[in-house]
């Protein structure tokens, strides 16, 4: 597509419940990154992945998040068993292989748990 | 670690005023070095990057220098409009992630006033 497409754009689930954030980057770029937005932390990045292996996992903040991607294109980051803390703004953003930094975001989703 | 220091909001202006906004960075060798814009409601957008010492980075009438004596890329503009409203964040990568991890500042929120 055009742009990094995110969905759902707004979630709202309550405590102790699963989410699915869904993520198409834009068609042939082979690295897709996900990035957390929130008040009291800023950005910090979560995962990133070179077609569809993780190099990189070391921002996921606990073993209840996890990211996979499917033939080397969506990508979905599950957050299981909800907490308040996991209310945030999620950043999915993708690059060609040319680039050695996430150029394009999408325009996230916005998850409140309540 | 590698990390980005940049300077608190938010920062309000008129119209046509010059606009600075410093940026320092703690990093091992040479990052690459970007500013990053968010409009309301929108997701990030690269606005300009630098990837090796003196290069200057530019676009939309914004520069950004990447000064390595000083480990600094602030951003400037020399007439604002009310259309830059934004919160605008400095990011680097480094040698140390491969060039692919971004690590932000905590983000400077301008006003343009008319």
């Known amino acids: 597509g055009a742009g990094v497409s995110q969905s759902p754009s707004n979630k709202v689930t309550e405590k102790g419940k699963d989410v699915e954030l869904r993520c198409d980057p834009i068609?042939?770029?082979?690295?897709l990154y996900w990035y957390r937005q929130s008040l009291g932390q800023g950005l910090e990045f979560l995962i990133y992945f070179q077609g569809n292996s993780a190099p990189d996992k070391s921002g996921l903040p606990s073993d209840r998040f996890s990211a996979e991607r499917t033939g080397g294109s969506v990508s979905t980051l599950t957050i299981q068993r909800t907490q308040q803390e996991d209310s945030a703004v999620y950043l999915c953003?993708?690059?060609?292989?040319?680039?050695?930094?996430?150029?394009?975001f999408g325009s996230g989703t916005r998850l409140t748990v309540v | 670690g590698n990390s980005v220091t940049q300077m608190e909001g938010p920062v309000t202006l008129s119209e046509e005023a010059f606009l600075t906004i410093n940026c320092t960075y703690t990093?091992?060798?040479?990052?690459?070095l970007f500013w990053y814009v968010q409009y309301p409601g929108e997701g990030l957008q690269l606005l300009l990057k630098a990837t090796k010492a003196d290069d200057k980075g530019s676009n939309k009438g914004f520069e950004a220098t990447y000064r390595k004596e000083t480990t600094s890329f602030h951003l400037e503009k020399g007439s604002v409009q009310v259309s830059d409203s934004a919160v605008y964040f400095c990011a680097l990568s480094g040698y140390n992630t491969g060039f692919q991890k971004l690590v932000f500042g905590t983000g400077t929120r301008l006003l343009v006033s008319p």
């Open positions: 953003a993708s690059s060609s292989s040319r680039d050695r930094a996430p150029y394009t």
């Open positions: 990093a091992t060798g040479y990052p690459s």
């Open positions: 068609s042939g770029h082979t690295a």
